[in-house]
């Protein structure tokens, strides 16, 4: 495999237009498969995650066209196989997400158990649970689960925890159950909303109640439907933060504020620039960075995968800085590599009142080790180095460090950034960055 060489020390300066959000896309395929006729999908990234899912849905019998530069077709009508092997599966963490849509077409299901990022356990309890509520039988064998129903019925379902993932995956079980489901603390998301806008345009009925209730009325069937994606708001971070920790000056187009209130704020209260506009949001340095403490909160608040790239832009803020992660129990796996780097970051964890309370994810089964806080000292001078990259955000994270640091790293393991990010060399490249794939 290939790998990147960064040579830091060159401001970003230009400009870079988004693409479609990674975490709808590869819903919004698998959503498809709820359809009896071709959907329409505008304004997809060539990332990895989108082409493997393709992958999937033709193995499984679908069809699935590239239509033009960033469109996507996809004709359910054909689909003849409800297993997804090991080989296909376990590449993603979206294999789960393939049951709603098989149970609804041959009701049953057989996939295996999601790989992807390794940030930490996955909650998958609060995808069965729900499922089972609808009346899903789920069992886990062999490395495979196994889901079967004669119908799905509407009920009333609370997640115990906020489960982003979880709400998609009810919700695209329930469009096509018998009568109504009530989902109470239910993820709120800009994606989820994306995915309830293409469900309600292929006929279905979804909608938004009071604070975190989402309601879904079953109907009989799905057509097919047309939509645009909705722009990455973590891909909209990842150039903002490199943008001011390189001390430069980028227009991001499409960028949307209003999906990035939470960022803007921590912006302000650092001292970086910003300006917003119909073109989409303009970022740059406009002078010393004063440190500022974050806390991941499920959304509307900070989201966890803007922490590890907010950490790097803390490096270069003076003063001391904390994170506290409460959304994945492993996601300071880049520490090690900026200390060595030459920053000063220090792991500990807070004292918390009521935990059960704080934390997102399922103390049980939180590794003994982990840590969920930091504290950054800063400002820093980061030299360059040689590093593996062993997730989506850490990568972008280890990146954005090496455009600071002075020499050139040598960074391998890039498979996982083209799984989210489409030819980030290349943007980055087009805006004076100094990248190569070699």
């Known amino acids: 495999m290939p790998s990147f060489f960064v040579t830091g020390g060159t401001p970003l300066h230009g400009s870079v237009r988004i693409g479609g959000a990674k975490n709808a896309s590869y819903k919004l395929m698998i959503a498809s498969l ?31 066209n590239r239509a033009g530069e960033r469109a996507i077709f996809i004709d359910p009508s054909t689909l003849t196989n409800h297993v997804i092997d090991k080989e296909h599966g376990e590449q993603g963490r979206f294999s789960t997400m393939f049951i709603p849509p098989l149970l609804a077409k041959f009701g049953k299901a057989v996939v295996p158990a999601p790989g992807g990022d390794k940030i930490g356990k996955r909650p998958l309890d609060r995808h069965w649970d729900g499922l089972r509520a609808l009346g899903a039988e789920v069992e886990y064998k062999n490395g495979m689960f196994h889901a079967t129903c004669k119908k799905l019925v509407g009920t009333t379902y609370r997640f115990t925890k906020n489960s982003h993932t979880g709400t998609e995956t009810l919700i695209m079980a329930a469009v096509l159950a018998e009568g109504t489901t009530i989902l109470e603390n239910a993820a709120e998301e800009p994606e989820i909303d994306d995915l309830i806008s293409f469900l309600n345009k292929m006929g279905a009925q979804v909608r938004r109640r009071t604070h975190r209730v989402i309601e879904i009325r079953g109907v009989d069937s799905l057509e097919g439907a047309i939509h645009r994606l909705l722009p990455d708001r973590n891909e909209a971070v990842s150039y903002a933060c490199a943008a001011i920790a390189t001390k430069g000056d980028v227009i991001i187009e499409n960028a949307r504020h209003e999906h990035l209130t939470a960022f803007l704020e921590k912006l302000d209260e650092i001292g970086a620039g910003y300006e917003v506009g119909d073109y989409g949001i303009r970022f740059f340095y406009k002078g010393p960075l004063k440190a500022a403490d974050i806390t991941t909160e499920i959304e509307p608040g900070f989201m966890t995968d803007w922490q590890p790239l907010w950490a790097t832009l803390a490096t270069q803020c003076e003063g001391e800085s904390v994170i506290h992660e409460t959304i994945m129990a492993n996601r300071f796996q880049y520490v090690e590599e900026l200390k060595q780097m030459g920053a000063t970051i220090e792991k500990y964890n807070p004292e918390v009142a009521h935990p059960e309370k704080v934390y997102n994810f399922d103390l049980e089964n939180d590794g003994p080790k982990n840590n969920h806080a930091i504290k950054i000292h800063g400002p820093a001078k980061l030299k360059a180095g040689k590093f593996r990259i062993k997730d989506l955000r850490h990568g972008a994270t280890l990146i954005m460090a090496a455009m600071i640091a002075e020499g050139t790293s040598e960074i391998s393991g890039i498979e996982h950034v083209d799984r989210g990010y489409e030819a980030l060399d290349e943007r980055l490249r087009s805006m004076g960055a100094k990248i190569e794939r070699k």
């Open 34 to 64: 709820l359809a009896s006729s071709e959907s329409r999908l505008l304004n997809f990234s060539r990332i990895s995650d989108v082409e493997l899912v393709s992958k999937i849905i033709q193995y499984l019998g679908g069809k699935v």
